[in-house]
């Protein structure tokens, strides 16, 4: 968008956002994390960053990003991931991608921070893995794709279902089934920018702003005036990213 990334948190900023996590998925997008987080945050907050190994990069082994939760602007590091397990492409070997998750998630225990969940295809093997090595106790489904069924095995071990811009797609009513059997307390909303930018935006570049038109999308479904909705989702994301006092 215009003025990049400077301009992409100012309009996030104007639309009433009020806190963005910038997702890690390896060395260079988590070190971009940090220094978004370290540039833009304002005071030091309102911008965050995630420091992880996308299950598509877990060949590179997590050591290449193990560093940078002690290295410079490791204080803006909020939690781990994006990481866990894709079979829908397996760029990884299957293997490699649930060794790095499990590694991930002893980081998550170590550190006491909060884990942040990439699922595709893998859902028996992401929670059998997590059943293995303890869920962390804040831990987040990134850009949540499954339906009641894969909610309420989330749900049960605590874990938050974090809604895109897919929950606005045609196709999605397996999600949009999910979502209304959540819990209002356990929802997040996301955009995943660049992607999956919602109706009306879809097919163009996402950006942290539009996550207002998920929001009101989906407090529509859940029949929740926008204000309480967002009240609560805010709430939420504070909670599970610990980011203090709203």
Not at 84 to 91: E, V
Not at 156 to 182: E, P, Q
Not at 194 to 213: C, I
């Amino acid at each position: 968008m215009t003025g990049g990334l400077a301009g992409a948190v100012t309009a996030a900023r104007d639309a009433g956002v009020s806190a963005m996590v910038t997702v890690g998925c390896d060395r260079p997008s988590s070190l971009a994390a940090i220094e978004a987080a370290t540039t833009h945050g304002v005071d030091g907050v309102d911008v965050w960053a995630t420091v992880g190994l996308h299950p598509h990069d877990a060949v590179q082994g997590v050591a290449s990003i193990a560093d940078l939760f002690d290295g410079p602007g490791g204080g803006h590091v909020i939690a781990v991931g994006e990481c866990g397990l894709d079979y829908y492409y397996d760029h990884s070997p299957r293997d490699v991608q649930r060794t790095a998750f499990a590694e991930q998630i002893a980081i998550a225990h170590t550190r006491q921070l909060p884990l942040v969940i990439h699922t595709r295809d893998a859902w028996d093997d992401t929670f059998a893995v997590l059943a293995a090595e303890g869920a962390p106790e804040r831990t987040i489904f990134h850009c949540f794709t499954g339906g009641p069924a894969e909610a309420e095995r989330a749900l049960a071990i605590g874990a938050y279902l974090s809604i895109s811009g897919i929950a606005t797609f045609k196709y999605a009513d397996d999600l949009r089934a999910a979502v209304l059997a959540t819990p209002a307390d356990r929802l997040l909303v996301e955009t995943d920018a660049p992607y999956l930018a919602p109706v009306p935006f879809r097919g163009k570049p996402n950006q942290p702003a539009y996550v207002t038109h998920t929001a009101q999308f989906l407090a529509d479904l859940r029949d929740t005036p926008l204000a309480e909705f967002a009240a609560v989702t805010t709430g939420n994301a504070h909670r599970a990213f610990a980011l203090g006092s709203v």
